[in-house]
Structures are given as C-alpha cells and as structure tokens.
C-alpha cells in the first residue's frame, strides 16, 4: 500500500499550485483523506481532510478560502487545490488515508494524525515572498 503526494514546487508569493496523491496497492475510494504538512523544526500539522463519500470537507483556519481538496474515487486519488499561497505556507505536503471503510468521525477526528494510519512521502511547497 503506497501514497505518493507530487506536485509541489517553488511560487512567489500569491500564486497556485495544485498537489495531487495517488494511491497504488489497494483502492481508497471508501476511506477518509487528508493532507498535512510539516515545516521545518514544527510538528506536522493539519490542512483538509475529505470523507469517504466526498460530501465533507474540513480545513484548517489558516488555509480556508485559499485551499480545497477533492477526490477521484475513479482514479483513486485526491487532490489539494492551493491558491493566495504565502511563505508560511511553505512545508512539506503529505497525504494521508485511514484504514476504516466508509467510517465517519466526529469533526475533531478528521484533523488528527491518530486517525491516519498510511502516509505518502511528502512533496515540498516552497512559497518565496
């Protein structure tokens, strides 16, 4: 089972980018996604989180209005769509999934790493002022 997040870059400052996750090994299309992103010497914190069906989607205060996820459950990926970036936005990007089909959680869980149990590798965002 293997999350592989790309599509990040280097941008100025007020522009976009799009990050994608594909995931191989096994399909996803029931489970709960979610991006986080570490930057350097912080702890990996929450960005959005999608449901299984695709109906909810969450998001951290700092990236709302900027940032949205989405999902192709026929191509077992999501994506995180990024806009008005600002240099504290940059981090490393990781996507996330859960282990349980078709689970739902209270609010507070789609933004917590306990809920995650497979993680891709992370592309860099880097947002130059």
């Known amino acids: 089972v293997q999350l592989q997040a790309y599509g990040g870059g280097l941008v100025q400052a007020g522009g976009s980018l799009r990050l994608s996750c594909a995931a191989s090994g096994r399909t996803f299309s029931s489970n709960v996604m979610g991006w986080f992103r570490q930057a350097p010497g912080k702890s990996r914190d929450f960005v959005a989180a999608i449901s299984w069906s695709g109906s909810m989607t969450y998001y951290a205060d700092s990236v709302k209005g900027r940032f949205t996820i989405s999902r192709d459950n026929a191509k077992n990926t999501v994506s995180l769509q990024m806009s008005g970036l600002k240099p504290e936005d940059t981090a490393v990007y990781y996507c996330?999934?859960?282990?349980?089909?078709?689970?739902?959680?209270?609010?507070?869980?789609?933004?917590?790493?306990?809920?995650?149990?497979?993680w891709g590798q992370g592309t860099q965002v880097t947002v130059s002022s």
């Open positions: 996330a999934a859960d282990k349980n089909s078709r689970r739902t959680y209270l609010e507070h869980a789609y933004m917590s790493r306990g809920t995650y149990d497979f």
